[in-house]
């Protein structure tokens, strides 16, 4: 089942977006939840709750009163570290980009929403998560193990070793070569030299010539990836247009 968030200071657009999201929902034979928030405070103090279950998604306005959107994605992220739960900011405006990159979004919708647009934005979060849950697969030792990609924070190589670095702090190794698996991995694997390959939706901060984390390494970008890698954040941050 999914839980689905909603925070807007408009009651006819949170009505509106909770409607279509049990319609879409009940389409495709899916279970889910939805609850609804007007003001960012109300939002932070239930989903900071020990007995709160965690939500897979949520559309959260920017011009909210007193304390906005962007603040209220910054205490997911930074307060609660949770980088699990899919943020969709919705606004009247489109003036906002990459600030809005440092709380990971999933996605940004400009108002007036329609139907086709929210159903087209989780109809891509559902494909992502199905990626997130499949797995990478690697021998060792002739034995086989997988790890989910949505567990993985970065891959390091050294003498002919790749090691697999994962959110739990568990760590991984086998032998081989990032070469030879970076046209295998999803979108979100970003290569930042010859022995890293980082998963973007977990990096909490970069530099020109580093990235830091959400477990707090700190990965250096080699000159030679550099540009490649400040389009692939721009793609990253642009892809649904906002």
């Known amino acids: ?70 603040t209220a994605g910054q205490y997911i992220r930074e307060k609660l570290n949770d980088d699990q739960m899919n943020i969709v900011y919705i606004s009247h405006k489109t003036s906002y980009a990459l600030e ?48 989910p990609y949505g567990d993985i924070l970065y891959f390091s190589s050294r003498n002919k070793t790749i090691f697999i670095y994962q959110r739990n702090g568990e760590k991984a190794s086998y032998n081989g070569k990032l070469k030879d698996i970076l046209g295998t991995l999803p979108h979100q694997f970003i290569c930042i030299g010859k022995s890293f390959v980082i998963n973007i939706k977990y990096m909490k901060s970069w530099k020109y010539n580093s990235v830091t984390l959400t477990d707090g390494t700190e990965l250096s970008i080699a000159q030679s990836r550099r540009a490649d890698f400040k389009k692939a954040i721009f793609d990253y941050a642009m892809r649904n247009d906002y």
């Open 1 to 70: 089942m999914y839980r689905i968030g909603i925070c807007d200071d408009e009651r006819e657009t949170c009505a509106h977006l909770e409607a279509a999201v049990y319609h879409f929902f009940k389409t495709r034979a899916e279970r889910c939840e939805a609850e609804v928030w007007y003001n960012a405070e109300s939002l932070c103090r239930d989903i900071s709750s020990s007995h709160f279950p965690g939500l897979d998604l949520l559309l959260l306005d920017i011009e909210l009163p007193e304390h906005n959107g962007v």
């Open 100 to 147: 809005l990159f440092k709380t990971h979004p999933y996605d940004f919708l400009v108002k007036p929403i329609t139907d086709d647009m929210l159903y087209a934005t989780l109809t891509k979060l559902l494909k992502l998560e199905e990626v997130q849950h499949k797995k990478f697969i690697y021998h060792n030792k002739q034995a086989g193990y997988s790890i």
